[in-house]
């Protein structure tokens, strides 16, 4: 099944934790991950809306079969 990362890169609790996802989940290689530039921690609420256009543009490239 597809999987997604989508952190941010000024967030000092999970810094560098896309690595360790994207090698060790099989559905993760592949995919179009992305850093969300200027959010911390609490990325859904600090780039809400780019969040959501990666993840409805995911659901587009990787339809439910």
């Known amino acids: 099944k597809p999987f997604l990362t989508a952190f ?3 967030d000092p609790v999970t810094a ?3 690595v360790i996802f994207q090698r060790d989940i099989p559905g993760a ?3 179009n991950h992305v850093t969300i530039e200027g959010a ?3 990325l859904q609420e600090e780039a809400g809306e780019e969040l959501a256009s990666v993840i409805v543009e ?3 490239d990787n339809p439910i079969q």
């Open 8 to 10: 941010s890169d000024e």
């Open 16 to 18: 560098g934790g896309h």
């Open 29 to 31: 290689q592949n995919q």
């Open 40 to 42: 911390g921690h609490f």
């Open 58 to 60: 995911f659901m587009n």
